[in-house]
């Protein structure tokens, strides 16, 4: 005889939006609701407010969302599309295994706790931990050929 028992389950999650910058370890990170275009352009846009006098390369990789024709991107923001899978040269994948692997360590209840635990977590990274995860000289050396 098999237990029965009534659950209800239910998907819930959010997604987390992101760019480093590997020679000053700074971030700009974003959590919203889903993985789409038009979250894609939300964070793109708060991406170009954040200092809107310089122009920012975002390295990103070839997912059909970062691509489309609806994308609207800023002045003050150009794109930087990888080869196919190859996240090994996109710095902020570094930063994200990180923060998995300390995640990995916590087992939150509810969603709004894996939030919380992740804005803590943000907070703690220091421009010299986000420099050492992210600034490889392969990458920099790439990164330079590439923008000229």
């Known amino acids: 005889m098999q237990p029965v028992i009534t659950s209800n389950f239910q998907f819930e999650s959010f997604y987390l939006f992101g760019a480093v910058e590997p020679t000053t370890g700074d971030q700009f990170i974003l959590e919203l609701p889903h993985l789409n275009t ?11 407010k954040r200092d809107p006098e310089s122009f ?8 059909a969302f970062h691509k489309t024709q609806n994308l609207k991107i800023p002045r003050n923001v150009g794109l930087l599309f990888l080869p196919a899978y190859s996240p090994e040269l996109n710095p902020i994948e570094r930063f994200w295994r990180d923060l998995k692997d300390w995640l990995s ?33 392969y990458l920099l050396s790439a990164f330079r050929h590439a923008i000229g």
Do not use: G, W
């Not at 509810?110 to 490889?136: C, G, H, M, N, P």
């Open 38 to 48: 038009i979250n894609i352009q939300i964070f793109v846009d708060h991406f170009a």
């Open 56 to 63: 920012h390369l975002l390295v990103l990789d070839n997912a």
């Open 105 to 137: 360590k916590h087992q939150p209840h509810s969603l709004d706790e894996l939030s919380q635990l992740i804005v803590s977590r943000l907070k703690e990274y220091t421009a010299t931990a986000i420099k050492s995860l992210t600034a490889f000289d």
